[in-house]
């Protein structure tokens, strides 16, 4: 399936686990509950795709196009999703634990109620992008772009600062250019 025109597929619930969709185009196909868990989507355009409960465990999405893509409740543990774009992207409650962020474009996207325990996020552009209520716990920011984002409810125990700092409850992240007001969370797509 490398390099395949998939654009709007109906592949909810699918089983593609494994699978090599390397340079594939996904836009706005429909991956609601599918399983791409260990799939090869490196640089795969899934712009605008529904993807709420999708499992991509262990998936490698290095610099795929995620761009405004719908990934509410989204299963993206330990997934490869270096020099990926996420701008806009919604994964409100989505489950990133051990995933590799790093130099991704995450401008605007909404990570919600969202697990980034142990994410690496280094050197990625988090402006503006909306971390309410999420675990950054020991999560790496080091160089990562904070401006306006916002990080006032996240969980940020043990995080590495974009300076290089360990966080500390209590710390202020002034020197950051964060945003001191919560952004509304984008509801996840029905």
């Given at each position: 399936l490398s390099s395949e025109d998939?654009?709007?597929?109906?592949?909810?619930?699918?089983?593609?686990?494994?699978?090599?969709?390397?340079?594939?185009?996904?836009?706005?196909?429909?991956?609601?509950?599918?399983?791409?868990?260990?799939?090869?989507?490196?640089?795969a355009d899934l712009r605008k795709v529904y993807g709420r409960g999708v499992n991509m465990e262990g998936a490698d999405l290095s610099e795929a196009d995620l761009a405004k893509a719908e990934l509410s409740d989204?299963?993206?543990v330990d997934a490869q999703l270096s020099g990926t774009r996420l701008a806009k992207a919604n994964l409100h409650t989505a489950s990133l634990t051990g995933a590799d962020l790093s130099r991704s474009d995450a401008r605007g996207a909404s990570f919600h109620k969202a697990d980034l325990t142990g994410v690496n996020l280094t050197n990625a552009d988090l402006r503006a992008a909306n971390f309410s209520d999420a675990s950054l716990v020991g999560a790496d920011l080091t160089g990562a772009?904070?401006?306006?984002?916002?990080?006032?409810?996240?969980?940020?125990?043990?995080?590495?600062?974009?300076?290089?700092?360990?966080?500390?409850?209590?710390?202020?992240?002034?020197?950051?250019?964060?945003?001191?007001?919560?952004?509304?969370?984008?509801?996840?797509?029905?």
């Open positions: 998939l654009r709007r597929a109906d592949l909810a619930g699918a089983r593609c686990a494994g699978a090599n969709l390397t340079d594939a185009d996904l836009r706005k196909a429909n991956l609601k509950d599918a399983d791409f868990s260990g799939a090869k989507l490196r640089n989204a299963r993206l772009d904070v401006r306006a984002a916002y990080l006032g409810d996240a969980d940020l125990t043990g995080a590495t600062l974009p300076d290089g700092q360990t966080y500390e409850p209590g710390m202020s992240l002034d020197a950051y250019r964060v945003s001191r007001q919560p952004m509304p969370p984008m509801p996840p797509m029905p």
